[in-house]
C-alpha cells in the first residue's frame, strides 16, 4: 500500500481543529499512531484512537513533561500549531508581535529541540508549516509574514544540519484554507455578510475557491511517507495557483 505509515509515531501540533486535525486523521488512517500536542483536548481525537496531549509548545519546560507522554522512537513531527494576526506595523503591537513570534516561530524551535534527539537513531521525517505569505507580500499580514518566513528558512537549516541523521525537513505553504478560523474571523468582522466575504477571499485564488484541510493533509501524508524518501529541504505552495498564476 502506498502511503503506508504502519509502526510510525507521528506528533502533530495544533491538531485540535482545522488544518492540524486533518493532519492527524489523515496520517492515523494510514497507520500511524498519532499524538496530538494542543492547548485543547478534544474528544473526537480520543474516539478515533488519536492521543491528545494538552501543553504550551511556547514553554519548553513544558515540552520535556511531555517526552515522558510519547514513544521513545519518533518518526514523524509536524509543526502545524500556530496564530494569526491581521494589521500591518503600524497596527501591530509589541505584545501582538511577542504572542506570534512565541508561538509561530519559538513553538517550532521548540518541537524541534525536544523531540529532534528521539528521531536521530532511526531517522524521520519534520513538516513545517509555512504560508504563501513566506513567498508573497499580502497586505496587512506584516507580523505573520515575519514568523512564517522564519519558518520557511528554519526549514532549510533543519534540513542541511541533519542530512546525514536521515532526517528529512520540509515545509508545506498553504494559501487561505476554508477552516474554522477563517469563519470565526468572517463572523466577528463582517456579520451578517459571511459568505459575501468568503466569495471575495476566494477570489482571490486563480482557482476561485479556497483549499480543503484535507487537502493540505494529503501533501503532508506524502511528504511523511517513504515514497517523499527523495525529497528534503523543499517547499511545497498548495495555494490554487496564488503565488505563481496571479498575474494579468
Known sequence: MKFDLSNKNALVTGGSSGIGKAIAETLKSQGANVYVIDLNEIESNTSQGINTI??????????KDVLKKVPDRIDLLINNAGVGLVGNIEKTEEE?????YKVN???????IKTFLPKMKANGGAIINMASIVSHVAVNNRFAYTMTKGAVHAMTFAIAKDYIHEGIR????SPARVHTPFVDDYLSKNYPGKEKEMLKNLSKTQPLGRM?????????VLYLCSDEA????????SIDGGFVKLNGN
Open 211 to 219: 483549499g480543503e484541510p484535507e487537502e493540505i493533509a494529503n501533501l
Open 105 to 111: 516561530v519559538k513553538g517550532v524551535y521548540n518541537c
Open 169 to 172: 525537513c520540509n515545509s508545506v
Open 229 to 236: 524518501s527523495f525529497i528534503t529541504g523543499s517547499d511545497f
Open 96 to 100: 501582538d508581535f511577542d504572542r506570534l
Open 54 to 63: 494538552k501543553t504550551d509548545i511556547t514553554s519548553l519546560d513544558d515540552l
